[in-house]
């Protein structure tokens, strides 16, 4: 039997650049090619914050509906979406970052469909999952399996923190034995990535700021702390962190802040790799030339990942080797999880329920 579908829904909308209110709209119809999924839960990202502020030099929708971390069950179908495309009524999927991508450029027949240039990017150029009830692709939502005792609400920051940072590590080339650098890793992001990293038989130095962000690293399976509030040489105190001196062989730069973009290059070891992942508003890279050719220092830049990624990423979920820290809060609460990222205090990941 089809569940009853409301007609309308509560929503977190963006009205203006900051300003975003909680209102009543109609429950959306899938397209086609769309399914529509009943949001139980719903990530919070810095991400989002920045569609909040329309500070990237990407166009943003307005209004929007922002949110790409949404779990939930899918309770209507488009036209298209046959059964045997492996979606179906009752399912749990999720919403990632990627809605969309036309699946027959160059990239998106290379398995490089986050570098698309027709993507649709959930709760920035279209409506997200800061909502009870949403539409999505259905060939890139991510699944979960019904019969595993899935809690939805730790998932959901799997689908765009636990694959951007699974991904990135992935990218750092880093191998089991060798040591990988986050920066950031106290927050939603760090905190996926440092208990990647260990399932990936790396050793982690978590960067962040202050003693709660350091118990909660610790505690997650970081090897070394570096409080950059406290350390008077950064750079040498995590080259010291490293059994031979040399530095690590892998830096996350997950940080919202420029500065650490700044540093990373001095403290990666000779032929290590830099991961551009977090995206501050306006800020450079830079490093010194010689230094970096001499040292064969690679700098790269990560975006989310693919679909194999995304399995990938979640079977270490399934599998219990990560989960993130999650605060539930309702969804009439997300004005203050933004107010606690501005004020960089948030540990963990912040998840709304989007029943209250």
């Not at 991508?101 to 409506?127: I, K, N, P, R, W």
């Not at 990624?309 to 969804?331: H, N, S, T, Y």
Request: aromatic residues 6%.
């Amino acid at each position: 039997m089809a569940p009853d579908i409301p007609k309308e829904q509560k929503a977190q909308v963006i009205t203006a650049d900051g300003v975003m209110t909680l209102k009543t709209i109609p429950v959306p119809t899938p397209g086609p090619q769309e399914i529509l999924i009943h949001i139980l839960y719903s990530g919070v990202c810095h991400t989002d914050l920045h569609a909040l502020n329309n500070d990237w030099p990407l166009p943003r929708k307005t209004p929007l509906v922002g949110g790409h971390e949404g779990a939930g069950v899918v309770v209507a179908k488009g036209s298209l979406v046959a059964s045997g495309q492996g979606v179906d009524v009752g399912d749990y999927v999720g919403i990632p970052w990627l809605n969309s991508t036309c699946h027959h450029c160059t990239f998106c027949m290379q398995a490089q469909e986050m570098l698309c240039s027709e993507a649709q990017l959930s709760g920035y150029t279209v409506d997200g999952s800061f909502q009870q009830y949403a539409v999505a692709n259905a060939s890139h939502v991510a699944k979960f399996p019904k019969d595993k005792g899935v809690e939805l609400d730790a998932a959901a920051p799997i689908l765009c923190a636990g694959l951007t940072v699974y991904t990135g590590l992935k990218q750092s080339e880093a191998r089991p034995g060798q040591y990988v650098t986050i920066v950031g890793a106290g927050g939603g992001l760090g905190s996926l990535a440092t208990q990647y990293a260990k399932a990936m038989g790396l050793h982690v130095i978590a960067i962040d700021g202050g003693p709660e962000k350091g118990e909660s690293c610790k505690k997650l399976g970081a090897e070394v702390y570096v409080d950059y509030l406290k350390s008077k040489d950064l750079v040498a105190d995590v080259k010291a962190a490293t059994a031979d001196g040399l530095g690590p062989h892998g830096v996350l730069l997950l940080a919202p802040m420029e500065k650490p973009f700044q540093q990373a290059t001095g403290y990666v070891r000779s032929h290590g790799t830099v991961v551009c992942i977090g995206m501050p508003a306006g800020a450079k890279v830079s490093m010194p030339v010689f230094d970096t050719v001499v040292r064969m220092v690679q700098v790269k830049g990560s975006y989310v990942g693919n679909r194999q990624d995304m399995v990938e990423a979640i079977d270490f979920f399934l599998r219990g080797l990560v989960r993130a820290p999650v605060k539930v809060v309702g969804m009439s609460e997300l004005g203050g999880v933004f107010d606690a990222m501005r004020e960089n205090k948030v540990v963990g990941r912040y998840v709304l329920d989007t029943s209250r």
